[in-house]
């Protein structure tokens, strides 16, 4: 069969496939992310029917889709509340990597991989992913919830934490010397400071030079913009995530409207084209000798991220319930993850079995976690029975006649006033 043929029976089938299990996800009140992994899964390397034809393009496409995912998140909020997030939320990131990369490091370090192994597992339990977390939020229609903000304050210093981590991880599995990383590291920093700088100082003339009453020149304009800074951006070693992020960040008013209104078709496509892909590059024979070790590690940073999103949204005076769905929220680990795996890999083969199957649990816990954190805890709060009061003791009664002889006496005090 021509190559073209088997390419487009692929897609057509995969893109049609997409669109029942949405459905059906919608039916039953679900995310559809769980449900596109476990398909990709099945259909992919190992699984029931290989899809090989469509290999290449699914690759970009993911790419595409978690470009579009940031870029949309960023077309959300303004450059002033990005920094004002950054300088209020910054105690959380802080909060976040030791009760996030701990265990990732410390798990490493048990199972005798060595200092550059530590490193490597611990930004992969660090991380959330910033691509599954915006198709959650919008798929739960929590973008405008009070919440949201933390949320985005956290993802958004783990996006810029990269731009420092992944410098120095390549340059620790190079083995390369100090001058060499720092170089890297300052590369990576400068571009991050110029792009954010462009958002806040020049974002008005960006948006102007973007903005067309056509609507198709429009959309070629932002997404050719952002799909160039994605790019330069992952050059510098920033995350193309990051400069997607970004672009969205600098574009406002009505150019951030009508670029949302139709950018937002585009990214349900890819984003969905990105959560098949990653169960499609994944191998179900890989997954079953490190289940155990992988499971457990899910838990505790799944317990870890939701007392992340508390503390979070306890410092922005959040209310109860607000911060566990903050905490649920950010439980999803993904695109990010399997970049760090997919570096350490060569120096250490084993860290890429158990990241995977650690990453494919979370990524599928992440939307429940995010759906039913706040219900379940609420519910089982609720159940609680209050306690059942006993008979008074002689140290209530006296400390009832005492309230009740003060009282009396303040209201005759009262009356010989007036």
């Given at each position: 069969?021509?190559?073209?043929?088997?390419?487009?029976?692929?897609?057509?089938?995969?893109?049609?496939?997409?669109?029942?299990?949405?459905?059906?996800?919608?039916?039953?009140?679900?995310?559809?992310?769980?449900?596109?992994?476990?398909?990709?899964?099945?259909f992919g390397h190992g699984g029931l029917i290989p899809l090989d034809a469509s290999e290449d393009f699914t690759a970009v496409g993911a790419e595409i889709g978690v470009i579009l995912l940031l870029l949309l998140l960023g077309l959300e909020y303004s450059a002033s509340e990005l920094v004002s997030s950054l300088k209020t939320q910054y105690p959380s990131g802080i909060v976040d990597f030791l009760?996030?990369?701990?265990?990732?490091?410390?798990?490493?370090?048990?199972?005798?991989?060595?200092?550059?192994?530590?490193?490597?597992?611990?930004?992969?339990?660090?991380?959330?992913?910033?691509?599954?977390?915006?198709?959650?939020?919008?798929?739960?229609?929590?973008?405008?919830?009070?919440?949201?903000?933390?949320?985005?304050?956290?993802?958004?210093?783990?996006?810029?934490?990269?731009?420092?981590?992944?410098?120095?991880?390549?340059?620790?599995?190079?083995?390369?010397?100090?001058?060499?990383?720092?170089?890297?590291?300052?590369?990576?920093?400068?571009?991050?400071?110029?792009?954010?700088?462009?958002?806040?100082?020049?974002?008005?003339?960006?948006?102007?030079?973007?903005?067309?009453?056509?609507?198709?020149?429009?959309?070629?304009?932002?997404?050719?913009?952002?799909?160039?800074?994605?790019?330069?951006?992952?050059?510098?070693?920033?995350?193309?995530?990051?400069?997607?992020?970004?672009?969205?960040?600098?574009?406002?008013?009505?150019?951030?409207?009508?670029?949302?209104?139709?950018?937002?078709?585009?990214?349900?496509?890819?984003?969905?084209?990105?959560?098949?892909?990653?169960?499609?590059?994944?191998?179900?024979?890989?997954?079953?000798?490190?289940?155990?070790?992988?499971?457990?590690?899910?838990?505790?940073?799944?317990?870890?991220?939701?007392?992340?999103?508390?503390?979070?949204?306890?410092?922005?005076?959040?209310?109860?319930?607000?911060?566990?769905?903050?905490?649920?929220?950010?439980?999803?680990?993904?695109?990010?993850?399997?970049?760090?795996?997919?570096?350490?890999?060569?120096?250490?083969?084993?860290?890429?079995?158990?990241?995977?199957?650690?990453?494919?649990?979370?990524?599928?816990?992440?939307?429940?976690?995010?759906?039913?954190?706040?219900?379940?805890?609420?519910?089982?709060?609720?159940?609680?029975?209050?306690?059942?009061?006993?008979?008074?003791?002689?140290?209530?009664?006296?400390?009832?006649?005492?309230?009740?002889?003060?009282?009396?006496?303040?209201?005759?005090?009262?009356?010989?006033?007036?």
């Amino acid at each position: 069969m021509h190559d073209t043929t088997a390419l487009l029976i692929e897609l057509g089938a995969v893109i049609l496939a997409l669109g029942i299990i949405g459905r059906l996800a919608g039916r039953i009140g679900l995310s559809p992310i769980p449900l596109y992994l476990l398909a990709g899964l099945a259909f992919g390397h190992g699984g029931l029917i290989p899809l090989d034809a469509s290999e290449d393009f699914t690759a970009v496409g993911a790419e595409i889709g978690v470009i579009l995912l940031l870029l949309l998140l960023g077309l959300e909020y303004s450059a002033s509340e990005l920094v004002s997030s950054l300088k209020t939320q910054y105690p959380s990131g802080i909060v976040d990597f030791l009760l996030n990369a701990v265990p990732g490091a410390v798990a490493a370090l048990v199972l005798g991989w060595g200092a550059v192994g530590a490193v490597a597992l611990a930004g992969v339990t660090w991380i959330s992913s910033s691509g599954v977390i915006a198709k959650v939020m919008t798929d739960l229609g929590r973008l405008g919830n009070r919440e949201t903000p933390v949320i985005l304050g956290v993802l958004v210093m783990e996006d810029l934490a990269m731009a420092v981590y992944l410098p120095l991880l390549t340059a620790m599995l190079a083995g390369v010397g100090l001058a060499g990383g720092s170089v890297t590291l300052l590369i990576s920093l400068g571009t991050v400071g110029l792009v954010l700088y462009a958002a806040l100082r020049h974002g008005r003339l960006i948006s102007r030079a973007v903005s067309s009453d056509n609507p198709e020149m429009l959309l070629l304009v932002v997404l050719g913009l952002t799909v160039l800074v994605a790019g330069l951006a992952q050059q510098l070693q920033v995350s193309a995530a990051v400069g997607a992020f970004l672009v969205g960040i600098a574009l406002s008013g009505e150019v951030a409207e009508g670029a949302h209104k139709l950018l937002a078709p585009l990214r349900d496509l890819f984003a969905a084209v990105f959560f098949v892909f990653f169960g499609l590059s994944t191998d179900p024979a890989d997954i079953p000798p490190v289940l155990l070790p992988a499971l457990l590690l899910a838990v505790v940073t799944t317990l870890t991220k939701i007392g992340t999103g508390w503390y979070a949204a306890r410092r922005a005076g959040i209310g109860r319930r607000g911060r566990l769905r903050a905490g649920g929220t950010l439980v999803a680990r993904g695109e990010f993850s399997i970049v760090i795996a997919g570096l350490a890999v060569a120096t250490e083969p084993r860290i890429g079995p158990i990241a995977t199957a650690y990453v494919l649990i979370l990524v599928i816990i992440g939307p429940l976690a995010a759906r039913w954190t706040e219900p379940l805890v609420t519910r089982a709060q609720g159940r609680r029975k209050p306690p059942v009061a006993g008979p008074p003791t002689l140290e209530d009664m006296i400390a009832a006649e005492s309230a009740e002889s003060a009282k009396s006496a303040g209201q005759a005090q009262q009356t010989s006033r007036s």
